[in-house]
C-alpha cells in the first residue's frame, strides 16, 4: 500500500506539471473521502485493523490506476508500469540528490523544535504548543495550490522567455499568495486568543496558545512565500542557491533552539522561529534575488511582499484594538474575525494598486 501511494504521488507530479491541477484536486479529493470518511462505517461495522487496512490498500491501487490512465490521456505514450528509467535517473542524479538533501535538512528544523519540546514541556503545556503549530501550519496550506499551479507556469515561462518572463511569473504568484495567505495570517496574529476560543471553547487554552501562536504565523508567512523563490530555482534548473540556503538556516536555527527552548519555552521558540525568517526573509532572499533576477529585487522585497504584509497586519490589529467585547460569545468573535479579514483584505487592496487592477479585472471580466 505504502509503495503505491509513493508512485501515484509521484505521478501526480506529472500531472500538475500538464496543469491539469483541476483534475488533481478533485481526484485527491475523492480518494481521500473514500480514504477516510468511508472508512468509518467500516471500522464501525468490523472493528478490525486488518480489514481497514485491507480497505486502504484496494483505494490506493485504483487511485494509481486512476492517476495513471489520466497520464496516458494527456501523454499518450506506452511506459510499463511499476519501472523506473535507471539511465534518467542517473542523467538528473544530482538534482535528485540535491533535492533529497534539502527536504531532509528542512524535515530536521521543522521537527527540532518540537523533539526539544517534548522533553522540556508538560504534557499539558505541549498541547497548548501543538495547537499553535497546528493553526499555524494552515498558512503553508493554503499556499500549496498557488505554489503548485505556478509551478509548471515558471518552467514553461523559463524555457520560453528566460528570466523577464519567469520573474513575471513569480510577481504574479507573489501577488496573489500575498492576497490569499496575508488576511489569514492578520487574524491570526491580530486576535489569536480568539481564534483558539472559536475552535475550542476553552479561555484557559485560548490565553496560553496566543503567545506562541504569534510567532509561528510570522515565520510560516515569510516561508509561504519565501518558497516562491525555491520554484523559481526549480523551474530554472539550478537548485544550488536553495541548498545553501537551507544550510544556513541550520546553522543557525540548530544551536539557538536547544537554548532558547530551555530559557523561554514554547513562546520563545516560536519568537526565535519568527526572527530567524525576517532574517533569513531580508537578508538571504535579497542576496538570492541579486544572483536570480536584480532588476526586481527590491521591488519584490518590499512592494510585493513586506509592504502588503505589514499593512495586512497593522489593519488587523488596529480593529482589534477599536473592538474589545468584555464578555463575547463564538458566534460573535467569528463575525469579528471575519471583519478582521476583510478589513486587512481591503488594506491590501488600497494599498497595492497592482493587486486592486488584477481583482478588479477578474472581477469584471465574466
Known amino acids: 500500500m505504502t509503495l503505491t501511494r509513493l508512485l501515484s504521488s509521484v505521478s501526480r507530479g506529472v500531472i500538475a506539471n500538464m496543469e491539469a491541477q483541476l483534475w488533481l484536486n478533485a481526484n485527491l479529493a475523492f480518494f481521500n473521502a473514500l480514504r477516510f470518511a468511508a472508512s468509518l462505517p467500516i471500522v464501525y461495522t468490523w472493528r478490525n485493523i486488518e480489514v481497514l487496512f485491507s480497505w486502504w490498500a484496494i483505494i490506493a491501487f485504483i487511485e494509481y490506476f486512476s492517476i495513471q490512465r489520466k497520464i496516458n490521456k494527456l501523454i499518450p505514450i506506452s511506459i510499463p508500469l511499476f519501472t523506473f528509467d535507471h539511465v534518467e535517473l542517473k542523467k538528473h542524479g544530482h538534482i535528485i540528490a540535491s533535492l533529497t538533501f ?3 535538512v528542512w524535515i530536521l528544523l521543522t521537527q527540532l523544535d ?6 522540556i514541556l508538560s504534557l499539558e503545556k505541549y498541547g497548548h504548543y501543538s495547537i ?7 498558512i503553508l496550506i493554503l499556499a500549496q495550490p498557488v505554489s503548485q499551479a505556478f509551478q509548471p507556469r515558471m518552467t514553461k515561462a523559463f524555457s520560453q522567455g528566460g528570466t523577464k518572463l519567469i520573474t513575471e511569473e513569480l510577481i504574479l504568484c507573489t501577488q496573489l ?16 486568543e480568539s481564534v483558539v476560543y472559536i ?7 485560548s490565553t496560553n496558545v496566543a503567545n506562541v501562536l504569534r510567532g509561528y504565523v ?13 520554484l523559481m530555482q526549480l523551474a530554472i534548473g539550478n537548485i544550488k542557491w536553495h541548498l545553501r540556503g537551507n544550510l544556513i538556516f541550520a546553522m543557525i536555527l540548530i544551536p539557538t533552539v536547544p537554548w532558547v527552548a530551555k530559557q523561554y519555552g514554547a513562546e520563545g521558540a516560536g519568537w526565535l522561529w519568527a526572527g530567524i525568517n525576517l532574517f533569513l526573509f531580508l537578508g538571504w532572499n535579497s542576496f538570492l534575488l541579486s544572483k536570480l533576477a536584480p532588476a526586481i529585487r527590491a521591488r519584490w522585497l518590499w512592494r510585493d511582499t513586506l ?13 482589534t484594538k477599536f473592538i474589545q467585547p468584555e464578555h463575547p460569545n463564538r458566534l460573535y468573535l467569528f463575525a469579528l474575525a471575519l471583519l478582521v479579514m ?25
Open 114 to 119: 518540537k523533539l526539544i519540546l517534548s522533553g
Open 342 to 366: 476583510l478589513t486587512s483584505t481591503l488594506a491590501l487592496l488600497v494599498t497595492t494598486p497592482e493587486i486592486r487592477q488584477r481583482v478588479k479585472y477578474k472581477i469584471f471580466s465574466y
Open 218 to 230: 510570522i515565520g510560516n508567512t515569510l516561508i509561504a512565500i519565501g518558497g516562491l523563490l525555491y
Open 177 to 192: 499568495l500575498v492576497l490569499l495567505i496575508a488576511p489569514i495570517g492578520a487574524v491570526l496574529f491580530a486576535m489569536p
Open 132 to 138: 499553535a503549530i497546528l493553526l499555524a501550519s494552515g
Open 307 to 319: 509592504t502588503p504584509l505589514a499593512t495586512a497586519f497593522f489593519s488587523a490589529w488596529l480593529v
Open 102 to 104: 534539502t527536504s531532509t
Open 199 to 205: 475552535w475550542t471553547g476553552d479561555y484557559a487554552v
